[in-house]
């Protein structure tokens, strides 16, 4: 295979879609600015908890044993320039500080650290998520800092990939969105995607903003979907109704779909809050900030999830201020299988109840090294056991698989009471009431 990648940022995006095409069979360059997470890549061990990325890596980091050599590192944008004839940008893109809007400085600087070291041809291609109209002006940018001139372009490819399922996600995509200038991009980006990878996945080409809209407006319907349901969660609860009932039986038509429809304590992590902002934000720039009201209600009823698991479980006990009372929360993190806890809605809600004197005792099976840099005054236990032990109310706020199989009898055993409150939908009611539990959850019948 004559092509050769280099891939700028090495976060679950970038290292997964690296590995993804050193397995396709590509030779590949992963650089990042942080030397620590290069070392680390280097040793083939992976920065964060992301399913099977860790064999895969093993399989293709050069100087591992039994390894192809397709993979390496380097902190040397020189470097990466002249070894690829396609550089993927992968790095993240936050919430500013204080702000809604998305901070751009890590794209940009990936930029302008690249394109002065361009030479000869090549193609950039954005994959971050990034406000509308920023590929327009990172075009901009190369065309005036590229020694090569017109021989560099730049296309927009943007990433669908869910933690927890990031490998899955890049060798099995649901569609190949990319936005091109000219015949030369879309055949580059055909000839690196005609493997496996895009096998029975459309391929849609499309001009810059669209393709940039595409990944922010997939990610704001996705929002709703968790919205809607949890907004249903609470006429259900007004109403005495059932919103996992609603959700399966509205879910069967096929234009609604079953997906994304779990009411719970909301969505969190590093994508879909920021996301839905930063396109509140950038649509207010064009002027079409009407268009997009309804997010503002979205992100709305997606915070109050949280304040909402807060009050059900002061009326767990009994109503009055949490202090003094053992609350255990299982999960920690946005999202089972993953060790992530930005904007996490478990910590957040184990955060409001500490700091209204609850004795909280956190367990995550993944989240918990994380958990205690952001939140180091909860209390955290090495176990789920562990940290009902006395408990006078637990609280299930991630859906990891280990909380399902957990015995209600045995944790029964040891908690102060037997009261769980399921912030995910996700248990088995039936199995936790037989065993003596109160079991309850948002928008769900008390019984
Ligand atoms: C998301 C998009 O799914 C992905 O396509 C995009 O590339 C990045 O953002 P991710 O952030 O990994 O991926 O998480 P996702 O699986 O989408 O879950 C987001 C949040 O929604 C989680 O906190 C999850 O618990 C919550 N959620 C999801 C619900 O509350 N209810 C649901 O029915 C589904």
Not at 97 to 123: F, I, K, N, R, W
Request: proline share 5%; with cysteine; net charge negative.
């Amino acid at each position: 295979m004559s092509l050769k990648i280099t891939v700028i940022g090495t976060g679950y995006l970038g290292a997964t879609h690296a590995a993804a095409m050193a397995e396709l069979g590509f030779e590949v360059l992963g650089l990042d600015i942080v030397p620590e997470k290069i070392e680390m890549l280097r040793r083939g061990e992976v920065p964060m908890y992301e399913p099977g990325l860790e064999e895969l890596l093993h399989r293709h980091v050069a100087g591992l044993e039994g390894s192809t050599g397709r993979l390496r590192f380097t902190t040397d944008f020189a470097e990466a320039a002249a070894f690829g004839d396609v550089h993927f940008i992968c790095v993240n893109t936050p919430q500013k500080h204080g702000e809604y809007a998305c901070d751009m400085q890590y794209v940009d600087s990936a930029v302008t650290s690249l394109a002065p070291h361009l030479t000869g041809p090549a193609l950039v291609v954005g994959k971050s998520t990034v406000p509308v109209g920023s590929a327009d002006r990172l075009a901009r940018t190369i065309a005036e800092l590229a020694p090569a001139g017109e021989e560099v372009e730049l296309a927009w490819n943007p990433e669908f990939l869910r933690e927890g399922f990031a490998v899955q996600d890049t060798l099995h995509p649901d569609r190949i969105v990319v936005g091109v200038r000219s015949e030369r991009a879309e055949k580059l980006l055909r000839e690196v995607y005609a493997t496996p990878i895009a096998e029975g996945s459309p391929f849609v080409v499309t001009d810059f903003p669209t393709a940039e809209l595409v990944k922010t407006a997939a990610n704001s319907f996705l929002a709703t979907k968790i919205s809607f349901i949890n907004a249903m969660a609470e006429v259900c609860e007004a109403a005495g109704g059932d919103v996992a009932k609603l959700a399966e039986a509205i879910g069967y038509d096929d234009r609604i779909g079953r997906k994304f429809l779990r009411a719970g304590i909301g969505f969190g992590g590093g994508c879909l809050p920021k996301d839905i902002r930063a396109f509140m934000a950038r649509a207010g720039e064009l002027g079409a900030d009407q268009a997009l009201t309804f997010l503002r209600e979205i992100d709305s009823i997606n915070m109050r999830q949280r304040g909402q698991m807060v009050e059900l479980a002061r009326q767990a006990l009994g109503g009055g201020p949490f202090l003094g009372r053992r609350i255990a929360v299982l999960g920690a993190t946005f999202k089972p299988d993953s060790d992530d806890v930005r904007d996490s809605p478990a910590l957040n809600v184990a955060g409001q109840i500490h700091l209204q004197g609850g004795q909280v005792t956190v367990y995550d099976p993944k989240g918990m090294d994380n958990a205690r840099r952001v939140f180091p005054t909860l209390g955290y236990a090495g176990s789920a056991l562990e940290a009902v032990r006395g408990a006078d109310v637990v609280l299930h706020l991630t859906e990891w698989q280990e909380f399902r199989e957990l015995d209600p009898a045995e944790l029964g055993e040891v908690v102060a009471a037997r009261v769980i409150l399921d912030g995910r939908n996700a248990l088995d009611p039936e199995r936790w009431r037989r065993a003596g539990w109160t079991y309850r959850a948002m928008g769900r019948p008390t019984a």
